[in-house]
Structures are given as C-alpha cells and as structure tokens.
C-alpha cells in the first residue's frame, strides 16, 4: 500500500493527485473573507500555488498569482480599485480574468499590455464558499452544487480551520464512524449515547458516480439497529447524519446534517471547511445555536488566534489535555469533537507512513476512499474523466441516520429522510 497511498499526498501541479485534484471545483476560501467590494486582498495557497484573492467592484472574486508578472512583486499590497488588483511597484494592472489592463510605465503606444496575463483561475460562491477551478479550462465541470450549499443562509453555516497534517488523514477521520464511540466519548457512562451501546459497526460501502455512501450498522437494543449513512463525494469531502443523534455532544436538537471538506493547502497542510445545513424547513440554525455548536466542536470563537484559523489548542501545547478528565469525564481529556479529531491527526505527524498501518474491517470506508482516488489519478492520467464531476450525480445525496427495527431495511426507513429537502 505505501507506494500506492504515496501517490496520494503529494497536491502540486504535475503529481498524481494534484492533477486530479485539478479537475474539480473546491474551496479557496470563505466568502466571508472578502466582505467588500475593493476591500483588502487576501493571501490564499491552494494546492502549493500561492494565490491572492480579491472581491472587485462589481462584486466578483479574483483569484489570482500571487506575484506580479512584470518583476514579481507581491501582488497582496495590491491596490484594489476600479474593477482591478494594481501592483503598487510600478502600477500594471489586473482584472479578475488575469488580462492587463493598465500598463503606465510603457508608452502610450506600446502594445505590450494586449499580452501581459497573470495567472487567474475562475471563482463562483456557494454556500458562503468560493470556489475555484485549476484544471485545465476545456475540461471545467459546470459548478457545484451540492444540495448543503443550496440551503438558505438561515439554514446553513460554514467555518473553517487550519490542521497542520496533509488532507488525507483528515478525509480518513471522515469517514471513519467507529472511532465515535472512543475517541468523541464525552461522557463516560452515559446511557442516551447510542455510540457507545456498540463499539464495532459493520459498515457496508455502496459506489455511486459521485463516490459512494456507507451505511454503518450499530446494535441498539433487543429490537433496533443504529444505522448512520455517511457520503463520500470525490475527491475529499464527506457528510455525516444528525438526525436522530442531534445534540449528543450539546444537549440541543436541531436535526441537521455536517459535514467537512479537507483542502490541501500543500502537501503537509490543510484549510477544513467545517459546513452545517438544517435537515429540512423546521431545522433553522439560529447564530447563537451554530455558535454552542461550534463551540461543542471546539472552533467556537475564542477557540481561536485571533485573526487566524488556527486553533489555539495545538500540538504545542498538547492541546490543553487534562489527564484529571480523561480518568473521569471524557476517553481523551480534550475539549471540543474537532479537536479531538485534530489532536489525533496532527499528533501523526505531517505524513503517517502507512506502510506500518494494520487495518481492520472497521476501516473499510477508508480503504474505500484510497482505492477510488487511486483509481481517478489513474483515470486521468489516461486522459479519462474522474467520477463526481457532474453535479447530476451528486446534488441531491444527502446522508442520515436513525434506529431501524431489526427486521427492517434502512432503504425503507430512511426513504423520506435521504431525499434532498434544498
Ligand atoms: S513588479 Fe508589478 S508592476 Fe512591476
Ligand atoms: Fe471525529
């Protein structure tokens, strides 16, 4: 497996997975991040390309190079004005397409300008995300719409954290329902936990052409199942249930469903997109909800450096554990779900060598996930398209969860839960 799983890590250009990676829409950063028109450009790296992202008078993201094509000077103390990013070293000018539309230090005659471009790569907003394309532009999938991103804003909500480890144990940690009872157990003891009543699931994977849904199967009791349907949408996004397992971890029951996108930054970091959408009309997530929630997960908003997504619980400082708790209170003495996730997955280092792993049928999903990003770099690199590309395939799937009567099929039961509601 080693090989084959390094071919996974490396994003840049040129590499397995960062071609393939290229060939999707995927988040560059929160709309949030660039609240004004010809407000202040804003530092992005995606993929191991440092870009410069910018909202341009009219309201449209540019997403561009970081470095001006003149003499490479940082476009970020750009002037944003009039529809454009100026570089302040000698005034060349830019718009959201890459063309130069200003050129001062030439002559007026000069027709240099008609051939000047900085690197641009087209952006679209949904969800409270933009997003941008990097592949090649005759092969751009139409945008995405996933059925989360079509919620209204009072609906919906999205944040955003940084991990210092490469994207693919974050995906792993996804998709990955067993480690629930251990690792997220934040109440030794209690009873309501329907987690913990069955720490072995067995999980069945299902390929679809957008990635594939798994159905993860808990005893219960005498007479249901705990069954939880997850989804894996190519290449590194994942959505879980919060249906009937609402508020386990905040005692307020909105039933909604989540989910994370894990953005390769580089090869040895990753920008999380932490979204929530109410599961139907009735599921509104008010501000303060979202907050305790976001709390709950340990990305509340003191959690955080201020002015950063980086949380201040880290590897420094190993993540305030508190070994008193972990005896009496919670399997690890972490606060916060995500944190949890977080201290586990940058406590592997940067990169984990998986040469040295021993899975289990509890890792099925997992091994899932590898095989079919295997399988699309493979794909592409012989000039076929990867799955998950058409938004027809994936804009209404939708994950869910419930107790199932053990007799029953979950196709049944959750049959009006998993048609999309957005
Ligand atoms: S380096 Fe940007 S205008 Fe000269
Ligand atoms: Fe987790």
């Known amino acids: 497996m080693l090989n084959d799983t390094e071919s996974l890590i490396r994003v840049g250009t040129g590499t397995p997975a960062g071609e393939l990676f290229r060939r999707y829409w995927q988040p560059a950063l929160l709309s949030t991040e660039v609240p004004e028109p010809d407000g202040a450009p804003v530092r992005v790296r995606l993929l191991g390309e440092d870009l410069i992202a910018f909202r341009e008078t009219s309201g449209r993201v540019g997403l561009v190079e970081a470095y001006c094509p003149h003499r490479r000077a940082p476009m970020f103390y750009g002037r944003n004005e009039e529809c454009g990013l100026r570089c302040v070293y000698h005034g060349w000018k830019f718009d959201v397409d890459g063309n130069c539309v200003d050129l001062p230090t030439e002559p007026a005659s000069s027709k240099m300008k008609d051939h000047i471009k900085i690197t641009a790569y087209p952006t679209v907003e949904r969800g409270g995300i933009v997003w941008t394309y990097m592949g090649p532009k005759d092969k ?25 480890n490469n ?50 199967t808990r005893n219960n009791d005498e007479t249901h199942n705990f069954v939880r349907v997850y989804q894996y949408m190519m290449p590194f996004q994942s959505m879980r249930p919060n249906i009937t397992s609402a508020g386990l971890a905040t005692n307020s029951s909105v039933p909604r469903y989540d989910g994370h996108i894990w953005v390769p930054i ?20 008010e501000p303060d909800y979202v907050e305790r ?29 508190d070994r008193q708790k972990q005896k009496t209170e919670s399997f ?7 944190t949890q996730d977080v201290a586990l997955q940058e406590g592997m280092g940067a990169i984990p060598d998986r040469s040295l792993e021993n899975l289990g049928s509890s890792d099925r999903a997992i091994l899932a996930m590898r095989n079919m990003l295997l399988a699309a770099t493979k794909a592409v690199e012989n000039g076929q398209d990867p799955r998950g590309l058409d938004p027809a395939s994936y804009r209404n799937a939708r994950p869910h969860d419930g107790l199932v009567p053990k007799e029953a099929a979950w196709q049944d039961a959750f049959k009006d839960g998993m048609a999309a509601k957005w």
């Open 332 to 338: 690890t003495g972490i606060r916060g779900v995500n």
């Open 167 to 216: 994207y693919l144990q974050g995906l792993e940690g996804g998709l990955d329902t067993a480690h629930v009872t251990y690792l997220h157990n934040n109440k030794i003891g209690d009873k309501n936990n329907l987690f913990t009543r069955d720490g072995a699931p067995r999980i069945d994977v299902h390929e679809t052409d957008y990635g594939y849904y798994y159905v993860s």
């Open 140 to 164: 751009m999938p139409a945008a995405p719409d996933y059925e989360w991103t079509r919620a209204p804003e009072t609906h919906r909500s999205v944040s955003k954290t940084h991990q210092a």
């Open 266 to 285: 580089d090869d040895t970091q990753t920008y999380v997109y932490n979204w929530m959408a109410g599961y139907e009309k009735n599921s509104r997530l």
């Open 293 to 321: 929630l976001e709390f709950g997960y340990g990305r509340g908003h003191d959690d955080f450096v201020s002015g950063t997504f980086k949380l201040k619980a880290n590897l420094e400082n190993d993540y305030f554990i």
